[in-house]
């Protein structure tokens, strides 16, 4: 049963991302001209230039914010990447119990002396 709830939780996730592909293309984008423009200001030594490249950051910084789906399209990637490493993890498994008498007592005895 708790697969069954991953699977149907990754498939909604799944569909949810590539429902925002387009604007998860276009966040992609956006975070682009905001490096180039961060990083050219940076580099810039004159007044109009780091202007310039500040205001292509901030119209990088503005169409990222702009792209409200391409957030729910992140989440869904993070609600996939979660699915699937908790799908992968090796269940539990108990450890059997022994005949041996002597076995127990010393792991009773361990128990008792902590």
Do not use: H, R
């Not at 030594?45 to 202007?51: A, E, R």
């Amino acid at each position: 049963m708790k697969k069954f709830g991953l699977f149907i939780i990754g498939a909604i996730a799944g569909i949810i991302a590539l429902a925002n592909l387009g604007s998860l293309l276009g966040l992609a984008i956006s975070a682009l001209i905001v490096y180039v423009g961060v990083s050219q200001y940076v580099k810039s030594t004159t007044t109009w230039t780091k202007i310039l490249w500040a205001a292509i950051g901030l119209v990088g910084l503005l169409s990222a914010a702009a792209n409200v789906p391409a957030f729910f399209g992140v989440l869904a990637i993070v609600a996939i990447y979660f699915v699937v490493k908790k799908w992968k993890e090796e269940p539990i498994v108990l450890e059997a119990k022994t005949e041996d008498p002597f076995m127990n007592f010393e792991k009773q005895w361990n128990e008792l002396s902590k």
